[in-house]
């Protein structure tokens, strides 16, 4: 068994029924092949261009009518989940498949049959020796709500091991991750591929690709279009194989004309549920017309700045927030106080993509239509409620990001990841707010569409929105923004100017807390 894997994917279009709902899935139309070689190999491809599709045709969640799935040389047959454990295929997915209220013994017991899942003690010890082999840093007894998403990925990477899995397929799992995370997931999936095992990763972060894979399978609309090997590919030729042209990997910033200030931030202090300060005397100002970039190590706090401003953190004494609305900048609105709606309904948007998409920010069940709609029911049901604008956005949306949907009607929990987070990021521009705040807006993106972006909030910028960016890529906080704001510590530790900046300077304060008067 050290030699297997995965070899080959075949799907016969001649057998497969005319009325086959798999005809109505364009992300695996004109599929017909796929060949895998190597111990590692990577999958990419445009959001919904049928990554995660394939991948559970091949894990059992799918069942196609016709087609060939070859396992160590040999025609296997795979009717579910059950079958691919049965022949050591194990997928870790984008959202975890665990019960909050378990234990991650009691979570690796779900499952196994009734000998196995009561004897949690032998499941622990089992479980043990899996975590020491590859150094994961899991605490068995510790209750999955209290962990850490890397913590839960983790957990799930022990459970398909537990069961016996010689081939894993990771769904975008550095999307979530800090650097040091990233990292040492990396360490990780390298010590698997020395003990033999294969694994298959989809993502959207080229530069890993490069880092880690052996092979690159590219896939465009539901297309298998190549394989190729890492050592020959770029980050430029493997977008362009996705895409289908030639992508300029270049970021259009503007130069800011006729700043006006709309945020003005002072000795902002804010403690999380522990009563521990995770912001500490914070103080900054945001342009009109001007992009300002938020940088720090994760858990520095810039999220929760970014949701004081918001007004969903509670802010500590002597913090003070002022919102300069267009034709009232003599006026300022203190922010501090106010209600999250009112602060939204002034002109502040915060557009956060959050680890669980679906369940912050979005409703699952209802399209992009009623999800645009989403903000007009504060004011009230009414049977004349105006689905005219909200259809609107919801088409603007879909044509500037290319989300890839059956209808503006259908079931947003039905798209892809990053499709998901199109709609996300696309509903809070497509508002024409006077301050548009984005954390991590391209996380789980493919890297064209992350431009797309990129261009959309210049293009906002000028219009003569303030928009505050927090971002994890310091090459794009330095070709994008105009000043980066950097917080270490949960304190300011300084504002740099992004065109003259480098990234050791930006990372020196990141890691660095100035002293004092310096």
């Known amino acids: 068994m050290n030699d297997l894997y995965i070899q080959g994917v075949h799907i016969d279009w001649n057998k497969i029924p005319v009325n086959s709902y798999l005809r109505e899935i364009d992300a695996i139309k004109g599929l017909e092949e796929l060949i895998f070689h190597n111990s590692i190999t990577f999958f990419v491809g445009e959001n919904g261009s049928g990554k995660t599709t394939l991948m559970n045709m091949i894990s059992g969640i799918y069942f196609p009518d016709s087609g060939e799935i070859l396992v160590d040389g040999k025609h296997v047959e795979i009717r579910s989940p059950k079958d691919a454990y049965d022949l050591g295929i194990g997928m870790i997915h984008q959202h975890f498949k665990l019960i909050d209220v378990f234990s991650a013994t009691e979570n690796i017991a779900l499952g196994l049959d009734k000998k196995q899942k009561f004897d949690l003690k032998e499941v622990r010890k089992k479980a043990q020796a899996i975590c020491d082999r590859y150094h994961f840093d899991l605490d068995l007894n510790q209750k999955v709500y209290e962990m850490s998403v890397s913590q839960k990925q983790t957990l799930e990477i022990v459970k398909v091991l537990y069961r016996g899995a010689n081939i894993l397929i990771l769904d975008e799992p550095t999307a979530v991750l800090t650097p040091q995370e990233t990292a040492r997931l990396f360490e990780v999936i390298r010590n698997m591929k020395a003990d033999n095992k294969s694994v298959i990763i989809i993502t959207h972060k080229l530069h890993e690709v490069l880092e880690i894979s052996d092979r690159v399978a590219i896939l465009r609309k539901g297309e298998y279009i190549g394989t190729v090997d890492t050592c020959e590919a770029t980050e430029n030729s493997l977008t362009e194989m996705m895409v289908g042209k030639k992508v300029e990997l270049n970021i259009a910033r503007s130069a800011p004309v006729n700043p006006v200030k709309r945020l003005s931030v002072s000795h902002l202090t804010v403690y999380n549920r522990e009563d521990i300060k995770v912001l500490d005397d914070v103080s900054f100002d945001v342009y009109g017309g001007e992009i300002l970039g938020i940088a720090g190590i994760s858990g520095n706090g810039q999220k929760e700045l970014l949701e004081a401003i918001a007004g969903l953190q509670i802010t500590g004494q002597g913090s003070s927030i002022e919102f300069y609305e267009r034709g009232k900048e003599n006026q300022p609105l203190q922010l501090v106080?106010?209600?999250?709606?009112?602060?939204?309904?002034?002109?502040?948007?915060?557009?956060?993509?959050?680890?669980?998409?679906?369940?912050?920010?979005?409703?699952?069940?209802?399209?992009?239509?009623?999800?645009?709609?989403?903000?007009s029911y504060g004011k009230g049901a009414s049977p004349l409620t105006d689905m005219r604008t909200p259809k609107k956005m919801a088409e603007k949306v879909k044509e500037e990001?290319?989300?890839?949907?059956?209808?503006?009607?259908?079931?947003?929990?039905?798209?892809?990841?990053?499709?998901?987070?199109?709609?996300?990021?696309?509903?809070?521009?497509?508002?024409?707010?006077?301050?548009?705040?984005?954390?991590?807006?391209?996380?789980?993106?493919?890297?064209?569409?992350?431009?797309?972006?990129?261009?959309?909030?210049?293009?906002?910028?000028?219009?003569?929105?303030?928009?505050?960016?927090?971002?994890?890529?310091?090459?794009?906080?330095?070709?994008?923004?105009?000043?980066?704001?950097?917080?270490?510590?949960?304190?300011?530790n300084g504002i740099l100017d992004a065109r003259t900046t480098t990234k050791e300077e930006v990372g020196l304060l990141m890691t660095n807390l100035r002293k004092e008067g310096k």
Do not use: W
């Not at 002109?347 to 920010?361: I, K, Q, S, T």
């Not at 960016?469 to 917080?487: H, M, P, S, T």
């Open 401 to 492: 990001l290319e989300v890839v949907t059956p209808s503006l009607n259908t079931p947003v929990s039905r798209l892809s990841g990053g499709n998901v987070q199109k709609v996300l990021v696309g509903r809070e521009i497509a508002e024409a707010p006077t301050v548009l705040m984005t954390a991590y807006a391209v996380r789980g993106l493919d890297i064209n569409t992350s431009y797309t972006i990129y261009n959309l909030l210049d293009e906002e910028k000028k219009e003569g929105v303030a928009v505050v960016y927090v971002g994890e890529d310091l090459d794009v906080l330095i070709d994008l923004c105009d000043r980066i704001l950097v917080l270490c510590g949960g304190k300011e």
């Open 337 to 375: 106080g106010k209600t999250p709606k009112k602060i939204r309904d002034a002109g502040v948007h915060l557009a956060f993509v959050p680890e669980d998409r679906l369940g912050m920010g979005l409703v699952g069940s209802m399209g992009m239509t009623g999800n645009m709609l989403l903000k």
